[in-house]
């Protein structure tokens, strides 16, 4: 049974709005990095004040600082010692006061130094200028940016005879100051993504280097250890922009990023001011003074742990540079709440190779031998990454209490490494529960629309630690039974969505319905390739079209559609339609929250609608009011309004023609005129004369039926939403039962239509005219 708090979060899962990421969380890059919103609310429900949330593999320290904010005692884990300085340092207060004195004192010892190195002449007054970035291509400055104080304006220019003297200068100036010269390699081979480059400095102009050692020099003499590294962090969270790995971009030539997750540089890249990075990297919107200022705000209460047991002594933060393998020599067993964690992707980001370009200015030392990671250069092979992960949660099972959950978030393309994720954590012992994806905010159809092979978004898992342990069956499953539950679960979930799908939303349904036949772990080939093998048998795969009658991507659907017992008639998107609007006319107002828990709850894993189509559905029918929830819109309330007034003269109407009224049971709990359209069914005990009991619940909610000693001779629907196939569903149950040969009245449709046209007041009279004419 899920705990109440639980149940919630369970059902919506990643269905919270992602939000931009707090000052605190910008001051230094770090990639993956998870909503903190998202973290926070699978925190708030999942786990109670002072509980315990561990992340062992903790990145840059999401998850443990909004544990720490919520009250609950956080610890952070990770083997990259880049990953716990970030976590530390952005979750640590620190005086602004400080910040700031220490900082003048850096601007008086060697702002002009550097500055210096970045003077040009204005080309418009012929002052001096000072140099924002220059641009580089095929080695050579090909266009400087400037800012004059004179002329108060930014502008650009070609390199004169001035700027290319002083970059000559610089190339032979001797570095003042130490700075870092590792190698990209490992013993003998080099990194993975080191491009063409083989040191730290062939990272950077000769320039920029010289600037940095003079920076980096001074932050060094700071006396406060505090204040020192958080003058460190700012340092390091500037580095990759100071390098040449930024990349010119046409709509923001003054500034940069570092684009690709390998040392790419680019042929076209830019060299910026290091000087107007420090000062950004302080000052700026995503500064030190900024984001500790946040921090300060956000986080209450701080007093970090230095060993595990020091939580229970007041300490409410563990981060702990460590291997994930060997959790037990820092953590009890059965002592942790809740897990909340984002593992490595397979080789899809090279962290530790990435992060050595920070380690190297911080001087601090990369253990890559014992990285979980896929890299040929480490000969870390897919089996080396599966095995290791296996043993990393088996890690995170002993420490976790039993019966408590682990929520498991994954990004990554590679199906085959998604599904070594979750089997190695069902190996671990964990029950897996529930999958959730989340497409990406900006989703495109070559992602989306790839039959196999994709799995583009965000998967959010949940699992459980058993309360007892459980056999496994996985070593009994021949891949012939694995196949067949593939397969048919496969064949299930199109049948109950209805509708062609997308592979993503197949995947999740297959990797429940393994876990649960016991065959997770059985089959020798992934879920896509099973399904390919059984493509133009049992499945085909129908083309996806864009507004201009373009095939943009294919979806995945049934072959032998009437081979299938239980094919759901009403598409997917038809009933989430209408769940939607069922929870906007229960409430005055709605949350989206409050809308995503009935969808989720309503249709779980395979079935899980995207987001996308929710706030599509949201912007059709409903309209936001002032504190950001959601009411119907008055042009909805208006149909609706009028689908009560046709039902309700269909009632009298059939009355008046000599007819027992059936009122749908889903309307006769409303009112038209003051009138409860239940009250409009003139015979209480209504039999419903040859229509099978297997028909008749879906019968009862046509909205109006006519009958004759129980005979139904006529149905009326009336839609006021797009959703239209659950109402020819429900006709669809009469067909057969309709004689067509002994209509003897054939009732006006013009007159009908200009009935239901009318105002209330004018009704009743014409009701009155039309006895004659029934």
């Known amino acids: 049974m899920v705990p109440k708090r639980a149940n919630r979060i369970e059902q919506i899962d990643y269905a919270t709005v992602a939000k931009p990421h707090t000052p605190m969380y910008l001051i230094h890059k770090y990639w993956a990095r998870k909503p903190h919103n998202v973290v926070s609310e699978y925190i708030e429900n999942y786990t109670k004040e002072g509980d315990i949330v561990l992340?062992?593999?903790?990145?840059?320290?999401v998850t443990p600082i909004e544990a720490i904010k919520l009250g609950r005692k956080g610890v952070g884990v990770d083997l990259n010692p880049i990953s716990t300085f970030v976590t530390r340092m952005t979750a640590v207060p620190a005086d602004i006061s400080k910040i700031k004195a220490a900082f003048e004192d850096i601007r008086g010892n060697c702002k002009e130094e550097i500055e210096g190195l970045y003077k040009t002449k204005c080309k418009k007054c012929g002052r001096e200028a000072s140099i924002i970035c220059t641009h580089w291509e095929n080695s050579n400055p090909v266009k400087i940016y400037y800012y004059c104080s004179t002329c108060n304006k930014k502008t650009?220019?070609?390199?004169?005879d001035g700027d290319l003297k002083l970059i000559k200068k610089t190339e032979k100036m001797e570095i003042p100051y130490w700075h870092p010269t590792t190698k990209l390699y490992y013993d003998g081979d080099g990194f993975l993504k080191k491009e063409k480059n083989e040191s730290i400095p062939d990272l950077f102009t000769k320039r920029n280097l010289i600037c940095l050692t003079i920076l980096f020099e001074n932050i060094n003499k700071i006396k406060d250890d505090k204040i020192r590294d958080i003058f460190r962090f700012a340092f390091a969270s500037m580095t990759h922009l100071a390098s040449k790995l930024t990349p010119v971009r046409p709509t923001r030539p003054m500034s940069s990023f570092w684009a690709m997750h390998s040392y790419w540089v680019p042929p076209i890249f830019m060299e910026s001011n290091v000087w107007n990075l420090f000062d950004s990297a302080v000052y700026g919107p995503q500064g030190i003074i900024e984001g500790k200022t946040d921090s300060k705000f956000q986080i209450k209460y701080y007093k970090e742990a230095k060993r595990f047991s020091d939580l229970n002594d007041g300490a409410n933060i563990l981060v702990k540079t460590h291997n994930a393998l060997e959790l037990n020599e820092i953590i009890p067993k059965d002592s942790v709440d809740y897990v909340f964690t984002d593992p490595p992707y397979g080789g899809a980001v090279q962290y530790f190779e990435l992060s050595t370009l920070w380690a190297s200015w911080l001087k601090i030392d990369l253990n890559y031998k014992d990285e979980v990671t896929i890299n040929r250069q480490q000969n870390k092979d897919f089996n080396y990454y599966h095995k290791m992960l296996t043993a990393a949660f088996k890690q995170v099972y002993d420490v976790l209490k039993k019966g408590k959950y682990m929520t498991v978030t994954f990004h990554s393309t590679d199906i085959k490494v998604w599904t070594s994720i979750i089997k190695a954590i069902v190996l671990a012992g964990f029950d897996l529960e529930k999958i959730v994806y989340q497409p990406p905010?900006?989703?495109s159809a070559k992602g989306l629309l790839q039959p196999y092979g994709s799995a583009v978004g965000d998967y959010y898992i949940r699992f459980r630690k058993p309360e007892t342990i459980k056999s496994s069956k996985e070593e009994s499953v021949s891949q012939e039974r694995y196949e067949r539950i593939v397969v048919e679960a496969a064949k299930r979930i199109l049948a109950e969505r209805g509708e062609p799908t997308i592979y993503q939303h197949i995947l999740n349904g297959i990797i429940v319905e393994l876990k649960q036949e016991g065959a997770l772990l059985g089959g020798k080939s992934n879920p896509e390739e099973v399904m390919k093998k059984h493509l133009n048998k049992d499945f085909i795969l129908?083309?996806?079209?864009?507004?201009?009658e373009k095939v943009i991507g294919k979806k995945w659907w049934l072959k032998d559609v009437d081979s299938i017992a239980h094919l759901e008639s009403i598409p997917l998107n038809e009933r989430v339609e209408t769940a939607i609007i069922d929870v906007l006319h229960s409430k005055v107002k709605s949350s989206f929250d409050d809308i995503l828990q009935e969808i989720f709850i309503n249709f779980?894993?395979?079935?899980?609608?995207?987001?996308?189509d929710i706030n599509g559905i949201l912007d059709e029918y409903a309209e936001k009011t002032s504190d950001g929830k959601w009411i119907l819109k008055p042009s909805v309330r208006v149909r609706e309004s009028e689908h009560s007034k046709m039902i309700y003269l269909l009632g009298i109407l059939g009355q008046k023609a000599g007819f027992d009224v059936w009122i749908g049971q889903r309307e006769q709990s409303?009112?038209?005129n003051k009138v409860k359209?239940?009250?409009l069914i003139n015979n209480k005990k209504t039999n419903f004369?040859?229509?099978p009991t297997i028909n008749l619940d879906r019968v009862k909610q046509i909205d109006v039926l006519w009958l004759d000693e129980g005979r139904i001779k006529y149905e009326f629907e009336i839609e006021n939403t797009t959703a239209i196939t659950e109402a020819i569903v429900r006709g669809s149950n009469l067909e057969r039962f309709f004689n067509k040969n002994s209509r003897k009245d054939e009732i006006n449709s013009k007159e009908l239509d200009n009935l239901f046209k009318m105002p209330k007041k004018d009704v009743e009279q014409k009701q009155n005219s039309l006895d004659v004419y029934l």
Not at 156 to 160: L, S, V
Not at 604 to 612: I, S, V
């Open 55 to 61: 992340d062992p593999f903790c990145g840059s320290g």
């Open 156 to 160: 650009d220019k070609k390199p004169d």
């Open 441 to 443: 905010a900006r989703p």
């Open 542 to 548: 129908s083309n996806v079209k864009d507004e201009n």
């Open 604 to 612: 779980p894993n395979a079935l899980t609608p995207d987001t996308q």
């Open 670 to 672: 409303e009112a038209y």
């Open 677 to 679: 359209l239940s009250s």
């Open 689 to 691: 004369r040859f229509i």
